[in-house]
């Protein structure tokens, strides 16, 4: 009786898992598209009609979410963030109501059913537009200041960057996502080009954890060998 006690609570040292079955599955869902008015800018007397999506896990509503997810992995995919905030001012005398606004990128493990926001280096709600591929996020970020505009590409999982190069000052204006157009990618070489406007364009490699322009001499180069 001894050994048999015994043989049950060494499987539970070493084989917790084995022991007490399987860990638990955790399932990942949408909810129904529901369109929203989102009014922003210097007066936000410009509004847009946007797509928001409850995330749920387990059942539960976690996070609001907007526009496409795009999977990394198998296991992990990013969506954007939604979120409402109280617009009612310390005189109102009634409640105004709550207004949406767009947030960062959130990273979602399927298999931990986790949520958490990726930190993307100057990303800006109201003029970036995240742009895509493997675990690289592209787009145009804007200084704190909101005078200077950059081209970044992010890789999920790291702390710093890949690429930030300066993209001149910041144009600003009242037209959401309006400091540049997403960056298109592309795939074999891997390549990101961002057009921040018509007398602009600019292409860079991407390397791993670096990247590096690709002059028109270069690109002229692939063509012809193509």
Known sequence: MRRFL???L?????FPKAALGAAKLHVISFGRATTISWCAGSAEARCVGLKVRALYVDGRAHESTLGASHDITERL???RRAFRVNDTLPGDT????????RGGWLLVDRMTGHISSIALPEFDPYYSVASWYRDYAAYCGVSDDGKKRFAIVFQVGRRKPVLKKPLGDAGGGDAPD???????????PVRVTFVPDENQKTT???RGHAADLVSDDDAEEEKGSQ
Do not use: H, K, N
């Not at 009634?94 to 606004?101: L, N, P, S």
């Not at 309006?178 to 074999?188: I, K, L, V, Y």
């Open 77 to 79: 995919f990013v969506v």
């Open 6 to 8: 015994f043989v049950i």
């Open 204 to 206: 860079y490699a991407v």
């Open 94 to 101: 009634a409640t105004t109501g709550w207004v949406w606004q």
């Open 10 to 14: 060494l499987s539970f040292v070493l």
């Open 178 to 188: 309006s400091e540049c157009p997403a960056p298109t990618w592309e795939r074999r």
